[in-house]
């Protein structure tokens, strides 16, 4: 995962190297942010107040209303594990987004005080200690980042959130919860980076939605066992539901409905396949079309996105809530002004606890649902990012 959050970076940075008149990206949209603060450490039967909370970050504008950033995070908190044993050390890395829905909504840039969402998926490694061991496991972030300008370059903020660990994280087989206060301050490269709205970023608010529908084949993946293995039954019918839009001819955003039905761990040794059930996952995924990458070309009908993303994943056979992360490729097949075909292979990595257990060397990160679908997607309102005619071509030509 961590290597998938490269290269979406980099190819973020490559992106940068386009010149601002032909794509919603400009130079100089880098910063770096450095704060402190206290956490609050909610779990299943306690709760209790942890200090320091810090946080490094390093990140970049992608387009006026929509910021990347990488970050690094400490929290210091008694573990429920044994609370009477001091403070725990929590050590966080994430790829977060934050949304300035006043340039959104507003057409408002760069004032003096703002408001930001922020949404964010990661790591939580728990450092081992006096009377506990160590643990690692998925986290999601909510929160709200409120930067106040101080200088041409410089900003002080307050940032408000809470990370949502997974059930049974630190032993807490309930609601585990890590609410965090922290202070800082962000140095920028370049005052205003985004002079204009360019000629490739969605205008109005009814511009460049879609919605999609698609069906295809799963995999229960414990390590990839049995995946020869058609006998086994880890193979099934998945399905998903999509709602997005095209921010620009580079970046999309979807929302998304995937799952329905999964396997558990098939056993060799007596040849009996695992319990079936029922699961679902809705994720919030970031995408980046490299087609437009270079340049945006009139007449273009295939576009390549690949994307990573994250959200709640659901298990409704023996329950189980808790977080998943994902990263694929989806291929759109311009069809006519309103339709696209669509193609998409992705990668679900879920908590073992989920899937029903871990492979045969009990790797995290090989647990997961592999999903391949096809299907078809409706575009709403004027489309200023998708595609454009060719000059002189029949308007009617397919």
């Known amino acids: 995962m961590k290597k998938l959050l490269m290269s979406l970076l980099l190819v973020g940075v490559l992106a940068g190297a386009r010149a601002q008149d032909n794509a919603a990206y400009a130079d100089n949209t880098f910063y770096l942010s450095l704060g402190g603060g206290a956490t609050y450490y909610l779990h299943s039967s306690t709760e209790s107040l942890g200090v320091p909370a810090a946080g490094l970050y390093a990140g970049r504008w992608l ?55 922020m949404i964010g998926l990661g790591t939580v490694y728990q450092l081992e200690g006096d009377g506990y061991g160590a643990d690692r496991d998925l986290q999601g972030m909510l929160g709200l980042h409120v930067p106040v300008r101080i200088a041409p370059k410089l900003a002080a903020w307050l940032e408000l959130k809470c990370y949502f660990l997974p059930y049974s994280f630190d032993g807490s087989y309930g609601a585990n919860f890590m609410p965090t206060a922290t202070i800082g301050l962000t140095k920028r490269w370049y005052d205003t980076p985004f002079g204009r709205r360019t000629g490739f970023e969605t205008r109005g608010l009814g511009e460049d939605w879609f919605t999609g529908f698609g069906v295809g084949l799963l995999f229960n993946s414990f390590e990839f066992e049995q995946v020869g293995n058609w006998a086994s039954k880890m193979y099934n019918i998945t399905g998903d539901m999509m709602v997005g839009r095209n921010w620009s001819d580079i970046w999309t955003i979807r929302f998304e ?81 309103m339709g696209d075909f669509y193609i998409d292979l992705k990668y679900l990595m879920v908590p073992p606890r989920l899937a029903g257990s871990t492979g045969a060397n009990g790797y995290f990160w090989g647990v997961g649902y592999p999903m391949l679908t096809f299907g078809y997607i409706c575009n709403f309102g004027h489309s200023t990012t998708r595609y454009r005619i060719p000059v002189g071509a029949d308007i009617n030509c397919k």
């Open 257 to 337: 409905l995937s799952g329905f039905f999964g396997r558990e761990r098939y056993n060799p040794d007596t040849e009996s396949q695992g319990r079936w059930y029922t699961f679902n996952s809705l994720h919030t995924d970031f995408m980046i079309n490299l087609s437009h990458l270079a340049n945006f070309n009139r007449g273009v009908k295939w576009n390549f996105l690949p994307y990573l993303g994250a959200g709640p994943v659901w298990r409704y056979i023996d329950p189980v809530f808790t977080l998943g992360a994902d990263a694929g490729i989806m291929a759109r097949r311009y069809i006519d002004n």
């Open 63 to 117: 387009m006026k209303p929509l910021a990347f950033q990488l970050a690094a995070e400490l929290a210091m908190a008694p573990p429920f594990k044994a609370p009477d044993a001091g403070n725990a050390v929590y050590l966080m890395g994430s790829a977060q987004f934050l949304w300035d829905f006043s340039a959104t909504f507003g057409h408002v840039y760069n004032s003096t005080v703002a408001f930001y969402p």
